[in-house]
């Protein structure tokens, strides 16, 4: 059982379309992170959310933290082929431990 | 930005043979470093935790005596796949992290075992 459930899995969209990546899970985290990751490289930190109900804007990219600090969302708006690649949401529980989500692979076609 | 560099980048070895990958803080001493493993298209999937001068934590399922995990100082951890057999094939990556501070990662070692 995966701690950071995230969904879609795979998702494949045209150029110019809207999408959302959920992150959920049944613990509470401090902070949650996502991440941006191209094949063979180490994952690149988009953000971080802090606070319940936050919400960071990265020009195309929305993303939101849950009130009670359990579940995330990454919306982008107008997708384009440079959005490829595997999305991951990532926290630490407590503990000192880190862990991944499922991950979302995204695939926009020009 | 700190820096984590991980080598080797890629390795080849023969089936029953020892491969040891390391992880270098660069500029800053990591209190905890993490070691993930991936396959292709999927998340990365925590192995094991490791404090310097302390036994790594390893997570359900992860074999301790397959994986070994040294972190014998503030800059240095280092992952040896015992042994290793085809299945061990996969991408292994590691990051560092400083008190309670954002993770940096290295680039990844891809294993291939034949």
């Known amino acids: 059982t995966q701690l950071l459930e995230q969904s879609p899995q795979f998702l494949s969209i045209q150029e110019g379309e809207n999408l959302t990546v959920y992150c959920n899970s049944s613990s509470v985290f401090s902070s949650l992170q996502w991440y941006r990751q191209e094949p063979g490289e180490g994952p690149v930190l988009l953000v971080t959310?802090?606070?319940?109900?936050e919400v960071k804007k990265l020009k195309r990219l929305t993303f939101q933290f849950g009130d009670a600090r359990k579940d995330s969302s990454l919306h982008i708006t107008a997708a384009q082929p440079g959005d490829t690649g595997l999305y991951l949401c990532a926290g630490d529980p407590g503990g000192n431990q880190f862990y991944f989500g499922t991950g979302t692979s995204l695939t926009v076609i020009p | 930005g700190a820096v984590v560099s991980q080598h080797p980048s890629w390795v080849i070895c023969k089936s029953g043979t020892s491969v040891k990958i390391e992880c270098r803080s660069l500029?800053?001493?990591?209190?905890?470093m993490f070691w993930y493993r991936q396959f292709p298209k999927q998340s990365l999937m925590l192995m094991a935790t490791?404090?310097?001068?302390?036994?790594?934590?390893?997570e359900q399922g992860v074999e301790k005596d397959k994986f070994l995990i040294n972190h014998a100082s503030l800059t240095l951890s280092t992952l040896t796949v015992t042994s290793a057999h085809p299945e061990d094939s996969s991408f292994y990556i590691c990051?560092?992290?400083?008190?309670?501070?954002?993770?940096?990662f290295g680039s990844g070692t891809q294993l291939s075992v034949l």
């Open positions: 959310v802090v606070t319940g109900g």
């Open positions: 500029d800053f001493q990591a209190t905890t």
């Open positions: 490791s404090n310097e001068g302390s036994k790594a934590t390893y």
């Open positions: 990051s560092a992290r400083r008190g309670f501070e954002k993770l940096f």
